[in-house]
């Protein structure tokens, strides 16, 4: 049996608009087995459970690509990933399967490829990479090539994130939909300064640099409007000196808070104002994609 873990994302990151992303502290774990009698799925909605489902459907792509037959297999998930909140459940399908077909074959994917196939699939790269390599990531696509060139970066200790999880789903498509199709030079500029500048904001840990450039023009405008609830906790995201961003696509509204202190009355205040959501301090996840070869209940090797 293959198991593969894979950390949720927050993409986006504010101003990192479909080029950064963070892996975090939520995850799903996929269990994938021999099964001669025919595909099987357990441990996700209804709907999922057929083989239009994506971790099933990463997988064939991982087999296609490696021209090896598509074994017959039961799926189990277990997953703490909210789906369509902006945490990257796509992108966890997408590169558990693929994961998961690399290492059915000898290990026979490397990270490079996992990520160039999962960007196909999930067609923007700031929630796959850091799914496969933790950390913060940023992600652009080579012109010529077409290649995925990454960075990865560090991110300050003191800073701390509050995942406020709505209980409503926005999914991707649609989030997508609302935005405007060109911008002008004025935006560009602001947004790529903001972006390189927010970088050194997330690795030093200054909060109040961070407050200044996590301020996008590009999609939060839009989006914006899809959370009824946004206005009121980016105000106490701020009263607590913190900053706020939308998560992905959304639903989920991501706090950086500059201390534990300050994460620790914010997220008792924001449940209290907000008692349908999950509000979680979320942690870094330095790991991304891992796997385990089990069997008898023994790992055989990771
Ligand atoms: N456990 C799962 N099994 C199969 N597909 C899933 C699962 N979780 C999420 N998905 C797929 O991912 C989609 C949600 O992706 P998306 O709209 O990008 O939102 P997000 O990635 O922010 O959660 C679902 O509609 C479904 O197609
Ligand atoms: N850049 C994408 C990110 C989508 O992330 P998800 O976690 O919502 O899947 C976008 O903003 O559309």
């Given amino acids: 049996m293959i198991k593969v873990k894979v950390p949720a994302t927050s993409a986006n990151l504010g101003v990192g608009f479909d080029c950064m992303g963070l892996a975090v502290s939520l995850y799903s774990e996929f269990y994938f087995e021999e099964n001669p009698a025919g595909l099987e799925i357990n441990g996700c909605p209804s709907e999922y459970q057929n083989e239009h489902n994506l ?3 990463a997988f064939v792509k991982g087999c296609k690509y490696l021209d090896e037959p598509v074994p017959s297999i039961k799926l189990t998930i277990a997953s703490q990933v909210p789906v369509a909140r902006g945490l990257g459940s796509s ?6 399967g693929l994961k998961a077909a690399g290492v059915w074959f000898n ?17 923007h790269p700031d929630n796959v990479t850091p799914s496969i390599y933790g ?3 940023v992600t652009f696509l080579d012109d010529e090539a077409g290649e995925p060139v990454l960075a990865q970066y560090e991110v300050s200790e003191s800073l701390k994130f509050a995942a406020l999880i ?35 904001a997330l690795e030093t840990g200054d909060d109040r640099l961070l407050h200044q450039t996590c301020h996008d023009l590009i999609h939060e ?16 995201t701020e009263a607590f000196h913190g900053t706020m961003y939308i998560s992905g696509s959304g639903s989920t509204l991501m706090a950086i808070m500059p201390d534990q202190e300050a994460a620790d009355f914010f997220v008792a205040e924001a449940q209290a104002a907000f008692p349908q959501w999950k509000i979680n301090e979320v942690a870094i996840d330095h790991d991304g994609l891992q796997s385990e070869v089990i069997e008898r209940g023994e790992v055989l090797y990771r």
Avoid: F, W
């Fill in 55 to 57: 971790v099933y459907q």
């Fill in 91 to 96: 992108a966890v399908c997408i590169t558990a």
């Fill in 107 to 123: 290990n026979a994917l490397s990270k490079e490829e996992i990520l160039k196939l999962a960007i196909e699939m999930e067609g």
């Fill in 135 to 137: 950390g913060l990531c």
């Fill in 166 to 200: 709505p209980d409503y789903p926005i999914s991707t498509k649609e989030a997508r939909a609302v935005l405007p199709t060109t911008m002008n030079y004025a935006t560009a500029i602001h947004q790529v300064s903001r972006c390189t500048i927010m970088a050194r």
């Fill in 221 to 236: 405008p839009y989006r914006a409007k899809l959370i009824p609830e946004y206005g009121q906790a980016k105000k106490m």
